[in-house]
DNA sequence: CGTCCGTTTCCGTCAGACGGAAACTCACCC
DNA sequence: GGGTGAGTTTCCGTCTGACGGAAACGGACG
């Protein structure tokens, strides 16, 4: 992102690609060659090439869209093509059963990455999507990511909690106590943390050595406060995915 | 793929991209430079930048992987941002009525390109799998698309009628009066063309001008014959579909 | 211990990327 | 109608950074 010593033909094309993120999805030439810190005659090429091999598109007034090719490219990402595949029978079952949302996230650095997420027409809105990545120390998925990461990611998560809520944590060593009564009971709860009216129950899901890869988590509007009942639904179902995971 | 002239960095990196499919999402270098048609030095130069950007990845084994940002990047194309999130209420709505498959595709060229796909532990196995391509006659999604495809796509996929299964329609004339059939009906029907003991039924999903953007289908075991009898329930979620997506 | 196969590093040569500038397009407004 | 401006596209002379052969490296196998 800042100044690399020796920009390479490669680096501008990711810094192009790099250029759309969740909140600008459509650009416009000038405004990719901003981000990507190019002259536009030099972005005007790279992205001629991009959209020839169909990596970008040109939408219908005229901005420029990540293309076909690479959501298909993207599925093939293990995330996509191992976790996600794995994990979506046993999210529908837990849909089925409760009807709220169902999702399920793995930790990227300091953040907590949602992979999928099942929800119908009835079930509250929450912000996460897929691809989207949301705080650590806020949510119930990333709490539990949290309690399972490395020792440094926990301490640099620590010394900067962010309140997005009246309700999120953002003391140090209350979160620490939280982070440890997760370990021990083996879900983590949200009430109102992430955003005003919805709480979560999350429950780590395990890789094939017994490492923590993912989280998985219903979310609920706070009315419903006997959400600690569903745990063992939800350990069933990261016990399943786990189990379909290392076919 | 063939012969360009003109070998520019960027379609050498596209190249390594494209050595990536959904038959071998895991790569060696060598594979990787292979497929490319590069110099294994080149390819590692070129991988390396990639890899710094998180493009790709390498698994436990040392092979490459397409990386998980190149899946964030993905998520953020039209397909996945617009129609996937338009359709995922309503599929979620009609797999709850039905408990089989439900799956939505678009035309890519002459295939049927699987967006998405609902299914729980009881349905029916089948082919599809989001960002994977399947032949346009032999599928409920593919007949639907080809209905309503340009004249030109039409004649190409009629010349060349692959058979799948022993009752893939393979004769011009009948796949010409199956179109027909579609376009009064409303709605294409599959039995056991694609594979054995499976049925489909598709309908079109329109786009905001009334262009046929995409395809619903339901896709069931053979033995249950009454498949039409969903159609209406299919025609309601298509129309759910098309008012999410212009919002 | 030697062989094989894939990976990584090195560096002299030169092909292809660079980007400033100018032409172009289109929408909007006076 | 024609002037303005923002965004897009084309062009081409300069020179930088990509190229890839070769050789070293690593580790699995017998």
Redesign the pocket.
């Known amino acids: 992102m800042a100044a690399d010593p020796?920009?390479?033909?490669?680096?501008?094309v990711l810094a192009i690609l790099g250029a759309f993120d969740e909140h600008r999805p459509r650009?416009?030439?000038?405004?990719?060659?901003q981000a990507a810190d190019?002259?536009?005659?030099?972005?005007?090429?790279?992205?001629?090439e991009l959209r020839a091999w169909d990596a970008v598109e040109?939408d219908a007034d005229?901005?420029?869209v990540v293309g076909r090719r690479l959501w298909k490219l993207g599925t093939l990402a293990p995330v996509a093509r191992e976790l996600r595949e794995a994990s979506l029978p046993a999210m529908q079952d837990l849909y089925e059963a409760t009807h709220e949302n169902v999702q399920i996230a793995v930790r990227e650095g300091t953040t907590a990455l949602y992979v999928e997420r099942i929800h119908g027409k009835a079930s509250v809105p929450v912000l996460s999507r897929p691809g989207v990545p949301l705080p650590l120390h806020a949510t119930g998925v990333g709490k539990v990511l949290l309690a399972y990461a490395p020792r440094e990611v926990v301490e640099q998560c620590v010394e900067n909690l962010q309140p997005i809520t009246r309700y999120t944590i953002t003391e140090r060593g209350r979160m620490l106590r939280e982070l440890a009564a997760v370990r021990r009971l083996g879900y983590a709860r949200t009430v109102e943390e992430m955003g005003y009216g919805t709480c979560s129950l999350a429950v780590p899901v395990l890789g094939p050595d017994d490492e923590v890869v993912a989280s998985l988590a219903l979310v609920t509007s706070t009315v419903r406060r006997d959400l600690v009942k569903f745990a063992p639904a939800l350990r069933v179902a990261a016990a399943s995915i786990t189990r379909r995971m290392s076919l």
Chains 1, 2 share one sequence.
């Not at 650009?27 to 060659?33: K, P, R, V």
């Not at 190019?38 to 001629?48: D, E, F, I, Q």
């Open positions: 020796r920009p390479s033909v490669t680096s501008r650009l416009t030439l000038t405004e990719l060659a190019l002259p536009v005659s030099t972005a005007h090429r790279l992205v001629g040109r005229g901005r420029y």
